[in-house]
């Protein structure tokens, strides 16, 4: 069962932020937020975790609530390549659920 | 870069033949993964394996089973393929320590006519 919920679908224009939101309100004391993406026809890429501070890399920056309940995943400058389906997955283990995820429609 | 590698990208097999799916990933990762992508359904988790010979059932193991002979390499078998394995099927790692991300191959598109 995702533990996440996440809009079915985003807009964003090209060379803008891109903020995707994910719910995780059953979210437990030692559980991660994960994000991955997933490009027509390729596995699933990693792009960054947490546990309850911000984090930042090349890729994204990933916000997580004071109270853990929901998190954003930010692409600063959404590029076209961006355009994918983003998963937002909690989990303390290997067992990795994904749900739906977001696909995000990155527009010249 | 950690490298997982999925030996055929596209597959196409027969009702009942024996199938296998080869998985090497090159960062000495513990842990490795199979799973199934279909429309609608998400990722479903078949099979992981946290260490050499060990093996441990997913949320969808029936009709599967895996081998781990050494710690690089991670196989899944359809003993006898049907038309509902038609799928993708996507093999994982990751490190022992609990925190640590799977990273995916590119999958393999298996049809079974």
């Known amino acids: 069962d995702a533990k996440t919920t996440q809009p079915t679908s985003m807009d964003c224009a090209e060379g803008r932020a891109a903020n995707l939101p994910c719910n995780h309100s059953t979210i437990s004391g030692n559980e991660y937020v994960y994000w991955y993406r997933q490009i027509h026809s390729q596995g699933p890429q990693y792009i960054i975790h947490?546990?309850?501070n911000n984090e930042t890399n090349e890729m994204a920056s990933l916000i997580i609530t004071e109270d853990r309940k929901s998190s954003t995943l930010i692409l600063p400058h959404a590029t076209l390549r961006d355009t994918a389906v983003y998963y937002c997955?909690?989990?303390?283990?290997?067992?990795?659920?994904f749900g739906s995820g977001t696909k995000l429609n990155v527009k010249p | 870069d950690v490298k997982v590698t999925q030996s055929s990208r596209y597959l196409v097999k027969r009702t009942g033949e024996k199938v296998f799916l080869e998985c090497v990933q090159d960062m000495d990762h513990e842990n490795m993964f199979w799973y199934r992508q279909d429309p609608g359904l998400g990722l479903r988790l078949i099979y992981f394996?946290?260490?050499?010979?060990?093996?441990e059932k997913g949320d969808i193991p029936e009709g599967y089973s895996v081998s781990r002979e050494k710690k690089e390499r991670f196989s899944l078998i359809l003993e006898s393929a049907s038309t509902n394995q038609t799928s993708m099927y996507l093999c994982?790692?990751?490190?022992?320590?609990?925190?640590?991300?799977?990273?995916f191959g590119d999958g393999t598109r298996l049809s079974i006519l």
């Open positions: 997955i909690v989990t303390d283990f290997n067992k990795f659920y």
């Open positions: 394996s946290y260490d050499v010979k060990m093996k």
């Open positions: 994982a790692s990751r490190p022992g320590e609990s925190n640590q991300p799977q990273h």
């Open positions: 947490g546990l309850k």
